[in-house]
């Protein structure tokens, strides 16, 4: 299927999946999942200052705020995809977070996680086309 972009604006990746949140996963093997945020939410975000990272060892329950992303608009939290301890940062963002802007799905990773709990919740790349379709449609971008 390749990359779905949306509205001319937003490029989606059909080979990950996603939270209502807008974050995404992969999962790399061995437990371990890459994670970050999709671009329909850095494009939302605009320029970035500051990215606020948990440690390595810190567990989150799904839903729970992991850490905050700041820009120059709005300064938002990202969330756990599911319950899970993180196994790696990507300190570097905490120096110059734009490589979430400019490469989210490659360079702007920013955790890689371990699940402690169940996957099933996620959606694949279909559901959250018309999730990101519909939030458009409401104006709630």
Known sequence: MGDIVIKDKYTIKDDL??????????????GIWLYGVSNYASVE???????????????????????????????????????????????????????ITEDCYGEGWILRVKPTNGTDHLMKVDEYVKHIEKLIEEGTH
């Not at 999946?17 to 061995?30: A, F, I, R």
């Not at 300064?75 to 993180?86: I, K, R, S």
């Open 17 to 30: 999946l996603y939270t209502k949140d807008s974050e995404w996963v992969k999962e790399e093997g061995g």
């Open 45 to 99: 975000l605009g320029e970035l200052a500051y990215v606020e990272l948990p440690s390595v060892g810190d567990t989150f329950s799904n839903e729970g705020s992991m850490g905050i992303i700041e820009a120059l608009k709005a300064v938002v939290d990202f969330y756990a995809p599911f319950d899970c301890e993180v196994v790696e940062v990507h300190s570097e963002l905490e120096d110059d977070a734009a490589p």
